[in-house]
């Protein structure tokens, strides 16, 4: 019996370290991690007790309960569309399994650390290998890219990283120091961050330059506030933080015009419409996002306390006979839009103010369980605000679009929210 238990663990962590390392890269992959991860949970008999004894828990049986209720009466309020609903509800629902990522981390900090270092190389690796000919062209010409992945969401994963990297200085310095490695560690910290602006750049997502620009100013604020960094660290972090301003500065500089005619590209969007009429709003990114705004707002006042339903929005938004919902498709010809642009505008048009509700009390209870964990020192300060700070620069990028329900935005939750909330799974 302890052979097999020994077996079932070994197989958990392998599969939390594959589905890190591919989290990003590969949906196959990541998802063979996941199943090995789910095979070998009833096992650990004593530790799925004690996750089905957490809050986390519990409000993830409430959550995956209204949304099977609600998938059920979809199905019977537009019946046309019930593999949609079913789809979407399955995607929705898998969003609660960043406890499995948390169950297997298990409040370990060197477990939760290696998780990290995983993802990050995972997603380096996945850069790396798809810069080609047609992206460099691309990239010079000034188009958008996401290298690998989708464009916008691109964006918001590198952020993160950057913001990582400088949050986690402190243990890579540290270690540099004892290895007398502090040089190689620096390049190579410089390197990936030099990679990583310029990926942030190439998107030209503006809702990720948001959500960096908002916190990692507060993040470099928190980081030398605290107490307990050495004269030494605090040195080589100011150095390593005045470095990374500078490679920021550096390549805003070489992308100025691509920055600039983003930017610039928008005013339209208010000084031809000055009586700011919604319909006479031009189609730029910012006046797509009214006209979808606006039509979110108007479905969601028909039905707002329970919404219209699980899959609803792209057929409400295909059933609108609205021309300004539609986009030009790089095939050619022109496309009903397939979401919100908002995540929160979802939320209120298929769930209704039920459903919203309950996504901010889910997000109020995760935020309080790991501020607790914190304060009751199970939780590392530099994991915390890793934590905090992704879950706050999501929040700001899901104003402006929605990516919920795909592979690579849920597995990026999945760890981000995993090595978080495992630490409220830490013996006291």
């Avoid at 019930?82 to 979407?88: L, N």
Wanted: one cysteine or more; proline letters at 2%.
């Amino acid at each position: 019996m302890d052979s097999l238990k020994r077996y079932t663990s070994s197989l958990g962590l392998i599969g939390l370290y594959v589905f890190s390392f591919f989290s990003l890269n590969s949906i196959t992959f990541s998802g063979v991690g996941l199943i090995f991860m789910l095979i070998a949970m009833p096992f650990e008999k004593t530790r799925l007790l004690k996750l089905i004894r957490t809050p986390l828990f519990i409000l993830a049986c409430i959550s995956i309960g209204f949304l099977v209720v609600r998938t059920l009466f979809s199905i019977l309020e537009i019946p046309e569309i019930k593999d949609q609903h079913i789809e979407d509800a399955l995607k929705f629902g898998r969003l609660w399994l960043f406890l499995v990522i948390a169950f297997w981390i298990n409040g370990s900090t060197k477990l939760a650390l290696r998780v990290l270092f995983l993802a990050f190389i995972g997603f380096i690796v996945g850069m790396i290998s798809s810069i080609d000919t047609d992206l460099l062209t691309t990239i010079i010409k000034g188009e958008r890219t996401g290298f690998h992945l989708r464009i916008t969401p691109f964006g918001l994963y590198s952020a993160t990283i950057i913001t990582g990297l400088i949050i986690f200085s402190k243990r890579l310095i540290a270690n540099s120091f004892k290895r007398k490695m502090n040089f190689f560690i620096l390049f190579g910290i410089t390197i990936a961050i030099v990679l990583l602006l310029e990926g942030l750049i190439a998107t030209q997502a503006r809702g990720a330059w948001l959500a960096f620009a908002l916190v990692f100013p507060v993040v470099v604020f928190s980081i030398l506030k605290k107490s307990d960094l050495t004269h030494a660290h605090k040195q080589a972090l100011s150095v390593a933080m005045a470095l990374t301003i500078c490679l920021f500065v550096f390549i805003i500089a070489l992308n100025f015009e691509i920055i600039k005619n983003r930017f610039l590209g928008q005013i339209e969007t208010f000084t031809q419409n000055r009586e700011y009429i919604i319909e006479k709003v031009p189609e730029t990114g910012i006046g797509q996002r009214l006209h979808l705004y606006s039509f979110a707002i108007q479905k969601w006042r028909e039905h707002p306390i329970f919404g219209w339903g699980t899959g609803t929005t792209q057929y409400l938004i295909s059933h609108s006979q609205r021309e300004d919902l539609k986009i030009n498709s790089w095939k050619g010809g022109r496309v009903w839009f397939d979401h919100l642009h908002s995540t929160y505008l979802e939320f209120l048009v298929r769930f209704g103010l039920i459903g919203t509700g309950l996504l901010f009390a889910s997000i109020f209870i995760l935020l309080k369980e790991v501020i607790n964990a914190y304060k009751k020192g199970a939780l590392p300060f530099d994991i915390f605000l890793f934590t905090i700070s992704s879950w706050a620069m999501a929040a700001i990028w899901c104003l402006f679009d929605f990516r919920l329900l795909h592979w690579d935005w849920r597995f990026y939750w999945m760890i981000i929210s995993g090595v978080g909330t495992s630490f409220v799974l830490k013996k006291d």
